[in-house]
C-alpha cells in the first residue's frame, strides 16, 4: 500500500465556505455550546471554536456572548438544561458537541427557527440527521462528523495485522457501551468487517450508565465482559464513546492482560492501542466556526452540507503490535509522525 492511497483513503468533503465576518450588531450574538460530557476532544474542539469565532470577528464578550452548558452525559439533563437556557433567552444560534448533546438539541430545535451546528458526531446519517454524508440538510441543522470512516479504519488495522502472516484471523472484541455513538461505529464496522480476512470482530457490550457516580458501575461490566471472553481473544477495539479517552477506564483495560488493536484517541496510543485515528481539534472548532459565521452572515443552515474533516491524526504503538506478531507498514509510521510510542504508558 502506498502513501498516496492512504492520503486518498483520509481525504473527505470538507466545508465550501468562505470566511464571514461580523456584521455590525446593535447586541452581541447569542451562542449556546452544549456538550455532552467535557473529555479532551471535546473541550479543545470548543476553545478551538470560540478562538477561530474571534477571527472571523465575534470578540467574546462584545460581538458574541456565549452560554456553555455540560450535560455530564446524561440525555435527560442535556435537554433539560438546554431548554432553560433557550427559554431564558432565545440564542441566534446552538452548537451541539457530540451525539447525545446532537439528539437533545435536535428533539428541541426541530421545530424552531433556531439554527443548529454540531461536530463530533459519529454518524450523522444514522442519527438522521441528513440523508448521505456530504448533502445538505434542507432544515435548520448542519454540522460535521470526526470519525475516519470505518472501511479506512479497518484498512490500516488490517495492514499491520497481515504481517504476523498467520492463518487464522485475528478475534477481536469490540469493547462498546450503549451510548449512541458506540453502537453506531460497531454497527459500520460489522458491516464492512467481511472485507477483511485478517479480522474478526466480536461485539462486547456493557450498560451506558450517565454520570460520575455510575461510571465505576460502568467500567466493571466492560471488564467483565473482556474477562468473560478473554479465553478467545486476540485483541480489543474501542470505538466511539466516553470510555476510550478516559484514564482510569485504559488502566483497567490494560490489567486484563488483553492488548488493545485500534481506538479513537492517541492518549489510547500511548497508553497501548497498536493504533489510534482521531480528529483534529482545531480542524473540528475550525469548520464549525466557518458554519456558524456563515449561518449568523444569512446563509440558510440546510443549504450548508454536512460533511467529514480533510484530515486526521494518527498514532500507533510498536510494543503492541510486536505482541501480536506484527510490524507496523513504514507507511503508517509516517501517517503517525510523532506519535510513534515503543512502549505503553499512561504518563502525561
Given at each position: 500500500m502506498t502513501k498516496a492511497f492512504l492520503n486518498l483513503l483520509?481525504?473527505?468533503?470538507?466545508?465550501?465556505?468562505?470566511?464571514?465576518?461580523?456584521?455590525?450588531?446593535?447586541?452581541?450574538?447569542?451562542?449556546?455550546i452544549l456538550q455532552t460530557f467535557p473529555p479532551p476532544l471535546l473541550e479543545r474542539s470548543t476553545k478551538a471554536f470560540r478562538a477561530e469565532m474571534t477571527d472571523f470577528g465575534y470578540k467574546d464578550g462584545t460581538d458574541v456572548d456565549y452560554t456553555v452548558l455540560n450535560a455530564q452525559g446524561d440525555f435527560k439533563l442535556a435537554k433539560s438544561i438546554l431548554r432553560s437556557a433557550i427559554d431564558e433567552v432565545r440564542p441566534d444560534l446552538v452548537l451541539t458537541i457530540a451525539t447525545l448533546a446532537t439528539r437533545a438539541g435536535r428533539q428541541l430545535l426541530s421545530d424552531t427557527a433556531i439554527p443548529q451546528v454540531f461536530m463530533i458526531v459519529t454518524d450523522p446519517v444514522g442519527e438522521g440527521f441528513v440523508s448521505e454524508m456530504g448533502k445538505t440538510t434542507r432544515s435548520n441543522i448542519t454540522g460535521q462528523s470526526h470519525v475516519v470512516p470505518v472501511d479506512t479504519q479497518l484498512t490500516l488495522v488490517s495492514e499491520i495485522l497481515t504481517t504476523a502472516r498467520r492463518d487464522t484471523p485475528f478475534h477481536i472484541g469490540i469493547l462498546r457501551s450503549t451510548y449512541p455513538s458506540a453502537v453506531s461505529e460497531t454497527a459500520q464496522l460489522r458491516e464492512?468487517?467481511?472485507?477483511?480476512?485478517?479480522i474478526d470482530l466480536i461485539d462486547l457490550s456493557f450498560p451506558y450508565l450517565p454520570g460520575e457516580s455510575a461510571r465505576p458501575e460502568m467500567h466493571k461490566s466492560a471488564i467483565?465482559?473482556?474477562?468473560?471472553?478473554?479465553?478467545?481473544?486476540?485483541?480489543?477495539?474501542?470505538?466511539?464513546?466516553?470510555?476510550?479517552?478516559?484514564?482510569?477506564?485504559?488502566?483497567k483495560?490494560?490489567?486484563?492482560?488483553?492488548?488493545?488493536?485500534?481506538?479513537?484517541?492517541?492518549l489510547s496510543a500511548r497508553a497501548g492501542a497498536m493504533i489510534a485515528v482521531q480528529s483534529i481539534p482545531e480542524l473540528n472548532g475550525r469548520a464549525a466556526a466557518e458554519a456558524a459565521s456563515a449561518i449568523l452572515s444569512g446563509t440558510d443552515p440546510g443549504d450548508i452540507p454536512v460533511v467529514r474533516p480533510n484530515s486526521f491524526a494518527a498514532g500507533v504503538n510498536i510494543a503492541t503490535a510486536a505482541r501480536l506478531g506484527a510490524i507496523i507498514p513504514s507507511e503508517i509510521l509516517e501517517l503517525a509522525q510523532d506519535n510513534v510510542f515503543h512502549q505503553p504508558t499512561l504518563g502525561d
Open positions: 483520509f481525504l473527505g468533503l470538507c466545508f465550501c465556505l468562505l470566511p464571514l465576518n461580523a456584521p455590525a450588531a446593535e447586541r452581541p450574538v447569542r451562542i449556546v464492512v468487517a467481511s472485507q477483511f480476512p485478517a467483565d465482559q473482556i474477562h468473560k471472553h478473554k479465553d478467545t481473544l486476540d485483541g480489543l477495539w474501542l470505538v466511539a464513546g466516553p470510555n476510550q479517552s478516559n484514564r482510569d477506564f485504559m488502566k483495560v490494560r490489567a486484563t492482560g488483553v492488548p488493545i488493536v485500534k481506538s479513537g484517541s492517541i
